[in-house]
């Protein structure tokens, strides 16, 4: 199942996952998008946004606004619907409005064949945006799992001319079981410094598969952002 966590507030864009993407709110763009892929249910923290997911069709889960990430409330929502511990789980992050169905759908088979507590993506960057703080960076091993995430440049190009950069794509996919693994674990000294939830994961010693995509959406934190992803994707 996709779960998509909408949390209304947004300290960097107010309301931003009801802005209008072509006709639709946002967090309904996204739904759209991955529909195809298996069943969404959109786990909201306040009424609005579940009347909203129900208008448009969506199953729709209210959930705590005490969460302090996504994950978290993807873990409530699953618990409320009762999926079995085996269910692979997909968290499909509501401001990404443009993700590919190919891209959802290589983290759903890389979920199936890994044993890893997580599974996420990653795709080729160029230097223009590895300086960006908005786009995590992601660094891997020899067995394609997640060393570590960033919000700033990894690795250090200490001598220049490295181009080997990946971006992350905030995607994730968890068996049930894992998902309430995950969300059991202590916060991260490095979870709260970066603002970046997976690295809780890591610090307590737990892989992370990573599968690489080709993809050209991002996720929007910035009304610039939304302004560049509109006039990119006409």
């Not at 949390?7 to 960097?12: G, K, V």
């Not at 998008?33 to 448009?56: F, S």
């Not at 997640?146 to 994730?172: K, N, Q, T």
């Not at 674990?185 to 080709?214: C, D, F, S, T, W």
Request: charged fraction near 25%.
């Amino acid at each position: 199942m996709i779960i998509i966590p909408a949390r209304l507030a947004s300290t960097r864009f107010a309301n931003k996952i009801l802005a209008d993407i072509h006709g639709f709110p946002m967090v309904i763009a996204t739904a759209k998008r991955v529909q195809n892929l298996d069943d969404v249910a959109i786990a909201a923290d306040t009424h609005e946004v579940v009347t909203l997911a129900q208008k448009y069709g969506f199953k729709a889960i209210l959930t705590s606004q005490e969460h302090q990430s996504g994950t978290d409330r993807i873990n409530e929502a699953a618990s409320k619907l009762g999926l079995h511990k085996d269910e692979i789980i997909i968290n499909v992050q509501a401001d990404e409005p443009f993700i590919e169905e190919n891209v959802v759908q290589k983290v759903i088979e890389k979920a199936k064949s890994t044993e890893a507590l997580i599974t996420s993506a990653c795709k080729k960057i160029d230097l223009s945006h590895v300086k960006d703080p908005n786009l995590v960076k992601v660094i891997l091993d020899a067995n394609g799992n997640a060393i570590y995430f960033s919000r700033s440049v990894i690795p250090y190009d200490r001598e220049g001319g490295f181009e080997g950069y990946f971006g992350h794509l905030g995607i994730y996919a968890f068996r049930k079981s894992a998902l309430e693994t995950f969300c059991a674990l202590p916060y991260a000294p490095m979870e709260h410094i970066e603002k970046l939830e997976q690295l809780r994961a890591l610090y307590h010693g737990y892989n992370i598969a990573m599968v690489e995509v080709e993809s050209q959406s991002f996720g929007i934190d910035t009304k610039e952002d939304l302004e560049r992803a509109l006039a990119f994707f006409k």
